[in-house]
Nanobody
Framework: QVQLVESGGGLVQAGGSLRLSCAAS????????MGWYRQTPGNQRELVAR???????NYADSMRGRFTISRDNAKNTVYLQMNSMKAEDTAVYYC??????????????WGQGTQVTVSS
């Protein structure tokens, strides 16, 4: 199965920048897409950004233009560059992968989550 290790979360001032990283490891699968979701207390987990192996990107409307997702396929690593951050961006951010098992169907995996806090 897929194991995901996230890094880069922390405290940043409004208007500042932060970069998150997530590395995937394991065997018996091929990754189709990687992305980031976030969650605040009392709310459902929501999409931040996704990127496919072929480089197709999707962003939530509130993040488009401020956040940039990228990946290094050779390292099975996805990055989220967050600029012009706002207090509303404060949340727990989760790395996500969609993959296909060699001998199974579609697999979805989640990281443990990393806290991002934006101070006003």
């Amino acid at each position: 199965q897929v194991q995901l290790v996230e890094s880069g979360g922390g405290l940043v001032q409004a208007g500042g920048s932060l970069r998150l990283s997530c590395a995937a490891s394991g065997s018996g699968f091929s990754i189709n897409a990687m992305g980031w979701y976030r969650q605040t207390p009392g709310n459902q987990r929501e999409l931040v950004a996704r990127i496919t192996t072929g480089g197709i990107r999707n962003y939530a409307d509130s993040m488009r233009g401020r956040f940039t997702i990228s990946r290094d396929n050779a390292k099975n690593t996805v990055y989220l560059q967050m600029n012009s951050m706002k207090a509303e961006d404060t949340a727990v951010y989760y790395c996500y992968t969609q993959s296909r098992g060699y001998y199974s169907g579609i697999l979805e995996s989640w990281g443990q989550g990393t806290q991002v806090t934006v101070s006003s």
